[in-house]
């Protein structure tokens, strides 16, 4: 009997080994997939700590990930700030930290104003990590750098701007030569002709 109780255990200590190895080559191509990214990719535990971030995030902030004393202060830490403003961008609706709170969400109007003084506008995908349970064990943000798209949105904007003016421009050069022509027409002495035609053929006006 002891005999079998070792090998059965024997045999599930393998089970569970093999297991192991799985999971951690599972993580390992994971790893690698995430790092291959072109998006900014943070990974933190359901305390708000890092627990993962790629290289592209590294790049995009301008800064090595680092821990954060409490998840609030990640706007400050690592200066995210509401774009167009010098407002630190509102943790209500910072996507990384909905998802600490189980929501999933996303903006496209933060920026990083980075160590070496630029400013990037950015759009950021954040969304809950649940175990099998339902409960939340991590949360994971996606970031991308959306400079070209800002640049091409303000010179649509621009563009619009430019034909909006010239519309109303062309609007209000209609209406004052109207008005001219209206006062020219009546400054005119009014002259009436009524055509004739007698007897002998002859055709005028009088």
Request: proline content about 5%; cysteine-free; glycine content about 4%.
């Amino acid at each position: 009997l002891l005999e079998v109780i070792l090998a059965h255990a024997d045999s599930i200590e393998n089970q569970l080994y093999e297991a192991r190895l799985q999971l951690q080559e599972s993580e390992r191509k994971l790893t690698q997939i995430i790092s291959a990214m072109p998006v900014g990719v943070v990974v933190v535990d359901a305390n708000g700590s890092p627990y993962y971030h790629n290289n592209k995030a590294n790049q995009l902030l301008g800064k090595e990930v680092m821990p954060v004393a409490t998840p609030e202060q990640l706007n400050e830490n690592y200066q995210l700030y509401l774009a167009d403003t010098e407002q630190l961008y509102p943790t209500a609706t910072h996507p990384l930290l909905r998802a600490l709170q189980g929501e999933t969400s996303s903006v496209n109007d933060m920026e990083i104003h980075r160590p070496d003084q630029t400013i990037l506008p950015i759009e950021v995908w954040g969304s809950p990590i649940f175990d099998e349970q339902g409960h939340l064990t991590y949360a994971i943000a996606a970031f991308q750098d959306i400079t070209v798209r800002k640049q091409a949105e303000r010179e649509l904007q621009k563009q619009h701007a430019i034909e909006q003016a010239l519309l109303e421009s062309q609007q209000r050069l209609a209406e004052s030569l109207e008005i001219k022509f209206r006062d020219l027409v009546a400054n005119v002495p009014g002259v009436i002709y009524q055509a004739y035609t007698r007897p002998n053929g002859e055709i005028g006006f009088y």
